[in-house]
């Protein structure tokens, strides 16, 4: 199965056609961390992250992990870390995504494994598909409503693939 973003706010997946939002700057086959622009290309998915304070563990193929307070993404290109998933520590001196937010952009969310398995520094990190209210552009990852999300992570599985067009 592949999920398809097919323009700046049309999410396909099976039989179903979902509003979404994308980066910013639309889309871009030469990423880099910071552009505000969505990657194109083909990406595996990774796992799904869910805030256990706020939502039910998702009804899923995929992974899920609870997402704890001390969670982060790095996204700082200096490190070894880039692209990870970190645990925020108070020394810490890099530059990360906190995971664990006041809005609920991540109540839920799923890897998107771009620039993933063997990260190149400043060519982009942290591009999740995530959920939104407003559907305003996001900073280049995908958004999509919360119902749509819970319809979505039924459909999906480990060999899912997104597709950015």
């Known amino acids: 199965m592949i999920i398809i973003i097919k323009n700046k706010d049309t999410l396909l997946v099976d039989d179903f056609k979902f509003k979404c939002s994308v980066g910013k700057k639309g889309f871009s086959k030469k990423k880099i961390e910071?552009?505000?622009?969505?990657?194109?290309?083909?990406?595996n998915l990774g796992n799904i992250y869910y805030r256990p304070d706020r939502v039910q563990k998702p009804l899923s193929k995929l992974k899920s992990i609870p997402i704890k307070k001390n969670m982060g993404w790095c996204d700082d290109s200096s490190s070894k870390f880039y692209n990870k998933l970190i645990?925020?520590?108070?020394r810490h001196k890099i530059k990360y995504e906190k995971l664990y937010r006041k809005d609920n952009k991540y109540d839920f969310f799923i890897l998107i494994k771009y620039n993933y398995k063997k990260p190149v520094k400043f060519k982009g990190s942290a591009i999740f598909l995530h959920l939104t209210k407003n559907y305003l552009p996001t900073k280049g990852c995908i958004a999509i409503n919360k119902k749509d999300f819970l319809i979505l992570i039924k459909l999906i599985n480990k060999k899912t693939k997104i597709k950015i067009n």
């Open 34 to 43: 910071g552009d505000l622009s969505t990657p194109k290309g083909k990406y």
């Open 87 to 90: 645990k925020i520590k108070k």
